[in-house]
T-cell receptor, first 113, second 111 residues
Framework: DSGVTQTPKHLITATGQRVTLRCSPR?????VYWYQQSLDQGLQFLIQ???????AKGNILERFSAQQFPDLHSELNLSSLELGDSALYFC????????????FGQGTRLTVV | DAKTTQPTSMDCAEGRAANLPCNHS???????VYWYRQIHSQGPQYIIH???NNETNEMASLIITEDRKSSTLILPHATLRDTAVYYC????????????FGKGTKLSVKP
């Protein structure tokens, strides 16, 4: 158990819909990262927050957005969903901003039908 | 951050040492070598990291060559549960944010 909690574990939704994925970081960790893993793409970095502020952005689509709340949990919002958004979404957390030693949650499996 | 090159796949017999190589010939002086692994569809798991000295923890050993252009992750007594994709990542100690995952090495431990 990494100490990072992601909910829900599984999500099935229709194209065009909007979903919210939730991440609770390890106690004391200020950095939160979101990654997408689809079958043919590998682990793709989406975005990082540190203590409530956006710190780094990867290949995150404009239809996707994220935020980190004062209690440090984070949410990833995916809207206007397409079939290609079906993937595993992982959240990770680390104590420091550099994040080399990061702890990953077990992921949310999103299926868009 | 420097790029890394890893073999696509490797096999190892159960109980034997698994030696996973990684080339990072463009590594610069302030960049660390990190290893993570991902067991089928689970979240990646941190294994170990180092700068220039060899490192050992309860999971593995990391051997970094003197010129730092390559490294080897050693699992001393591989078990079936070590079957996973192993990622070697090089990143600056001072940079913000993301770990960039490549394709990694698929290690299959066989009985």
């Amino acid at each position: 158990d990494s100490g990072v909690t992601q909910t829900p574990k599984h999500l099935i939704t229709a194209t065009g819909q909007r979903v919210t994925l939730r991440c609770s970081p390890r106690s004391g960790d200020l950095s939160v990262y979101w990654y997408q893993q689809s079958l043919d793409q590998g682990l793709q970095f989406l975005i990082q927050y540190y203590n409530g502020e956006e710190r780094a952005k990867g290949n995150i689509l404009e239809r996707f957005s994220a935020q980190q709340f004062p209690d440090l949990h984070s949410e990833l919002n995916l809207s206007s969903l397409e079939l290609g958004d079906s993937a595993l979404y992982f959240c990770a957390s680390s104590v420091v901003i550099t994040g080399g030693e990061a702890f990953f949650g077990q992921g949310t499996r999103l299926t868009v039908v | 951050d420097a790029k890394t090159t890893q073999p696509t796949s490797m096999d190892c017999a159960e109980g034997r040492a698994a030696n996973l190589p990684c080339n990072h010939s463009t590594i610069s002086g302030n960049e660390y070598v990190y290893w993570y692994r991902q067991i089928h569809s689970q979240g990646p798991q941190y294994i170990i990291h180092g700068l220039k000295n060899n490192e050992t923890n309860e999971m593995a050993s990391l051997i970094i060559t003197e010129d730092r252009k390559s490294s080897t992750l050693i699992l001393p007594h591989a078990t079936l549960r070590d079957t996973a994709v192993y990622y070697c990542i090089v990143r600056s100690g001072g940079s913000q944010g993301n770990l960039i995952f490549g394709k990694g090495t698929k290690l299959s431990v066989k009985p």
